[in-house]
């Protein structure tokens, strides 16, 4: 099992910036994928960037790429997502979740956080 805890959500406003964290406990954190998925009122949750077990390479959804950076630190078990340039369709509850590859990670990822609330008010 992993644990997945996020932070750094908030109120913030359109063209702001907000830096969420993901602390994971439980099994060894650098054998797993990572990744942040968002879910606004009334839609479906959808993928946002994924990172892989090294953080050599990243991904990101067409919405947010140039505005959002994935990152980890394995020493640290934490995954972590900048966010710049805020819409205020970036409103949303977000989520962390870890999955063993890299595909899984972008469509049925293992484990999720309970998620941190995001809002862009203009």
């Known amino acids: 099992q992993v644990q997945l805890v996020e932070s750094g959500g908030g109120l913030v406003q359109a063209g702001g910036s907000l830096s969420l964290s993901c602390a994971a406990s439980?099994?060894?954190?650098?054998?797993?994928?990572m990744g942040w998925f968002r879910q606004a009122p009334g839609k479906e949750r959808e993928f946002v960037a994924a990172?892989?077990?090294?953080?050599?390479?990243?991904y990101y959804a067409n919405s947010v790429k140039g505005r959002f950076t994935i990152s980890r630190d394995n020493a640290k078990n934490t995954v972590y997502l900048q966010m710049n340039s805020l819409k205020l369709e970036d409103t949303a509850v977000y989520y962390c979740?870890?999955?063993?590859?890299?595909?899984?990670?972008?469509?049925?990822?293992?484990?999720w956080g309970q998620g941190t609330q995001v809002t862009v008010s203009s």
């Open positions: 979740a870890a999955a063993v590859s890299m595909v899984k990670i972008t469509t049925a990822p293992n484990y």
């Open positions: 439980g099994r060894t954190f650098s054998n797993y994928a």
């Open positions: 990172i892989t077990w090294g953080g050599s390479s990243t």
